[in-house]
């Protein structure tokens, strides 16, 4: 039956309960004549009349009976299925929400997200996950992921929707004793330092790295490593100097490393962040309060983290 209208489905149940029109009118508060339109509409959907006018009202045809135990069926599983879902409550939710992270991701969103969920949804829980770009787009696709919040420029599909956070900067560090002073390196001072070099599963090096590939800077890379969690010993102890996001340089800062944070000697392109969904989740009301929340938390107005120079 094409382009069924399934609000049909309670004037067949309003009717069978209440007996008449009148009755059946009042109780999905509609007027009689648009009722009466309703049940034209059903007798042309399904080419015979569904209620019989008698002496004592309206008498359902032995299909209507089958049909209203299968109409009562649908509805309640529409009331249980989707207008739960419109009343998400953060307060009682038990639900786990899975964020896709990078290492800085974790730095920088973690946090905040976690103490705001505590206070607003005590129950739920929080899962983070690193993947590749495929793997991520099944995640998302699936609603096996919630969000990818960061650096992501591999989600360029239509599928996915994006809303901008805010931006972050590159600094360098040195060793918060280093012969070169000043709070600027000169690019002379770049290119014949020693670098060390993290090449991480998050994509934010990239910006970096292609900047100097097209300005055809070479470095002198003595340390290359997957881990930022080792940057700040190595810096500490060495005349290598390293770029990375400048959240990362304020983090490392603020635990006591003896590192000094410095502005790198060329502009830098900004790090976008973003919030990123797969259209399957746009509507649905448990993901639109965890976007807003996000959305909240983290923007040009309100980042904790302040570019130092």
């Known amino acids: ?43 042309k959907s399904f080419g015979e009349p569904l209620f019989l006018r008698t002496a004592h009202g309206m008498s359902p045809t032995a299909r209507t009976h089958a049909l209203a135990a299968s109409a009562r069926e649908v509805l309640s599983r529409v009331a249980d299925d989707v207008l739960s879902e419109a009343s998400f409550d953060p307060a009682t939710t038990t639900t786990t929400f ?22 607003m949804a005590p129950h739920a829980a929080i899962r983070s ?31 996915f929707f994006q809303q901008r956070l805010f931006a972050h900067r590159f600094v360098c560090l040195l060793r918060a004793d ?16 020693g670098h060390a070099v993290v090449r991480a599963e998050g994509r934010s090096q990239e910006i970096f790295e292609k900047l100097l590939d097209r300005k055809k800077i070479a470095r002198r890379i003595v340390l290359l490593t997957p881990h930022f969690m080792s ?13 990375l996001p400048h959240v990362i340089g304020l983090f490392f800062a603020q635990t006591g490393a003896n590192i000094r944070i410095v502005e790198p000697p060329l502009a830098i392109p900004r ?3 973003r919030q990123h969904w797969h259209r399957n989740a746009h509507h649905e009301p448990r993901h639109k309060w965890l976007r807003r929340l996000v ?5 040009d107005s309100n980042d904790e983290w302040p570019y130092p120079f």
């Open 1 to 43: 039956m094409k382009d069924f209208d399934l609000n049909l489905l309670r004037v067949v149940v309003a009717l069978y309960d209440a007996g008449s029109v009148g009755r059946a009118a009042q109780a999905l508060g509609m007027s009689q004549p648009a009722m009466s339109a309703a049940l034209a509409r059903l007798r």
């Open 98 to 119: 899975t964020f896709a992270l990078s290492d800085v991701g974790e730095i920088v969103f973690l946090p905040r997200i976690l103490e705001r969920l505590q206070r």
């Open 129 to 159: 996950v690193s993947l590749p770009p495929a793997r991520l787009e099944q995640g998302l696709e699936s609603g096996e992921t919630d969000l990818a919040i960061g650096y992501f420029p591999d989600l360029k599909s239509s599928a």
């Open 178 to 193: 280093h012969p070169i002073r000043g709070h600027r390196l000169t690019l002379d001072q770049f290119v014949t330092l």
């Open 231 to 243: 940057i700040p010993a190595v810096i500490g102890k060495s005349d290598l100097v390293v770029t």
């Open 271 to 273: 790090i976008e962040l």
């Open 295 to 299: 959305a909240e938390l983290f923007n």
